[in-house]
């Protein structure tokens, strides 16, 4: 499966929204780090990738652009327009700046069904699993934090 990493800019939208048909034939999935405040490309590249049957993770924390300090209007818009839908994943950058605290606090406001790690320098993978494992016991095989990756719809 390949996951190419967009930063949500205009032009890349754009391409995401016209290549909608070709994205759901190839079977990969793209990242989408919104950047910009306004939303209104995002909206229409997702709602292309959904009617074209394809999928795509949108970042609710990014780490740049207009967004890095609050992802609040991203996380209500995929509530509003994409609970129901499961080709459209909030996805949790994972950076070498980000704690298990703050990691547990945006997996808690979006749910482990249909949500994704992306991992980008992540420090502490251990102390999440041990922490995940710890609150999701019946989704970890043995007691061991290692079952917990391969049981849960979550990419790291």
């Given at each position: 499966?390949?996951?190419?990493?967009?930063?949500?800019?205009?032009?890349?939208?754009?391409?995401?929204?016209?290549?909608?048909?070709?994205i759901?034939?190839?079977?990969?999935?793209p990242i989408?780090?919104?950047?910009?405040?306004?939303?209104?490309?995002?909206?229409?590249?997702?709602?292309?990738?959904?009617?074209?049957?394809?999928?795509?993770?949108?970042?609710?924390?990014?780490?740049?652009?207009?967004?890095?300090e609050?992802?609040?209007?991203?996380?209500?818009?995929?509530?509003?327009?994409?609970?129901?839908?499961?080709?459209?994943?909030?996805?949790?950058?994972?950076?070498?700046?980000?704690?298990?605290?703050?990691?547990?606090?945006?997996?808690?406001?979006?749910?482990?069904?249909?949500?994704?790690?992306?991992?980008?320098?992540?420090?502490?993978?251990?102390?999440?699993?041990?922490?995940?494992?710890?609150?999701?016991?019946?989704?970890?095989?043995?007691?061991?934090?290692?079952?917990?990756?391969?049981?849960?719809?979550?990419?790291?």
């Amino acid at each position: 499966m390949y996951h190419p990493y967009f930063r949500g800019k205009q032009f890349e939208l754009i391409a995401i929204r016209e290549s909608a048909d070709l994205i759901a034939s190839s079977s990969f999935i793209p990242i989408i780090e919104p950047v910009r405040e306004s939303l209104g490309g995002l909206e229409k590249a997702l709602r292309s990738i959904s009617d074209a049957g394809a999928q795509a993770i949108v970042v609710v924390n990014p780490r740049h652009g207009d967004h890095k300090e609050n992802g609040e209007s991203i996380a209500a818009l995929l509530d509003r327009e994409y609970r129901e839908n499961d080709a459209i994943q909030a996805g949790i950058l994972l950076t070498s700046e980000t704690s298990t605290e703050a990691a547990m606090a945006h997996l808690a406001l979006h749910p482990a069904q249909g949500t994704a790690l992306v991992h980008a320098g992540y420090t502490e993978p251990r102390a999440l699993a041990d922490q995940l494992a710890e609150q999701l016991p019946d989704k970890v095989e043995a007691g061991t934090a290692e079952g917990l990756i391969d049981t849960l719809p979550v990419r790291i």
